[in-house]
């Protein structure tokens, strides 16, 4: 797979009139943010993460460093308690390191408050994960809007993104469904257009396929490719899976808490 971002298409119109958006593609899905290829939007320098039982430190993460290019796929992979989802949880804002830097969209994760990172979160980051956590007393429509309550949007436009994210995980037909009347690879759809749905930089991915049979993965990998190539979205996934791993353009290893 080609590692060019297909760029520039419609950006220059789309950027200075926003109301040229076609009426099916509403603002969110705006083709507009061309990666801007060769610039780092992931950027780890001497990464160091030290987790305490008790008086016991255990180093998960070594002096780590990392650059990922804006709209990049890239997979990651590694043995069980690597560290994969610690580095995972810090490119997402989720924790920050013990020391060294981690620079993701021009953020230093580090130097942010609770706050900070809560809407450093809310802009940039997608998280979708092995399990997809979905509210069975939602239907799928009511599950992918959660994120937008914390929003100022009207109901109105929060259910229309809802539907818009829906349909670009190809679930026009479903939104209505519980999540207990949705396959595994539908619900994963559904905890993806959630992922999705208030438009991110970045989706990180901590084994998105884990629990999908062969099928359904690879539908899914299929959709991450589409938002990947279509909406250019940077994507970072954790996997087991080497088919999984071939669908990135780069696929890195981690061991005893540094890169190979
Ligand atoms: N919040 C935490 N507190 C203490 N130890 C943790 C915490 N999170 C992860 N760990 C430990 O860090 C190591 C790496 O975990 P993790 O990043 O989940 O690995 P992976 O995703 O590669 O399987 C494991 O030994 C795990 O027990
Ligand atoms: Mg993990």
Do not use: W
């Amino acid at each position: 797979m080609s590692t060019e971002p297909t760029n520039e298409r419609e950006s220059k119109s789309n950027r200075a009139s926003p109301s040229a958006a076609a009426d099916d593609e509403p603002a969110q899905y705006r083709k507009s943010a061309s990666p801007e290829k060769g610039k780092a939007i992931i950027e780890m320098a001497g990464v160091t993460k030290t987790f305490f039982r008790g008086k016991e430190p255990l180093t998960v993460l070594d002096g780590l460093s990392l650059s990922i290019e804006e709209g990049a796929f890239e997979a990651l992979m590694g043995p069980s308690g690597s560290g994969k989802s610690t580095l995972l949880n810090l490119i997402a804002g989720l924790d920050r390191p013990t020391s060294g830097k981690a620079t993701i969209a021009g953020n230093d994760i580090g130097a942010m408050s609770d706050g900070e990172l809560a809407k450093f979160r809310a802009r940039h980051i997608g998280f979708i994960f092995q399990s997809y956590n979905l509210m069975p007393v939602l239907t799928a429509r009511e599950n992918v809007e959660l994120p937008l309550l914390l929003t100022k949007l009207s109901s109105a436009e929060r259910r229309k993104r809802a539907e818009t994210a829906l349909r670009v995980t190809g679930l026009d037909d479903r939104m209505d469904h519980y999540p207990r009347q949705l396959s595994g690879g539908q619900e994963q759809r559904v905890a993806i257009a959630r992922a999705i749905v208030h438009d991110p930089t970045i989706l990180v991915c901590d084994e998105p396929t884990g629990d999908l049979d062969r099928k359904s993965a690879d539908d899914i990998l299929e959709l991450l490719t589409k938002l990947n190539v279509d909406f250019k979205k940077t994507i970072l996934m954790v996997t087991h899976d080497p088919a999984a791993a071939e669908r990135a353009t780069i696929t890195r290893h981690l061991n005893k808490g540094k890169l190979e």
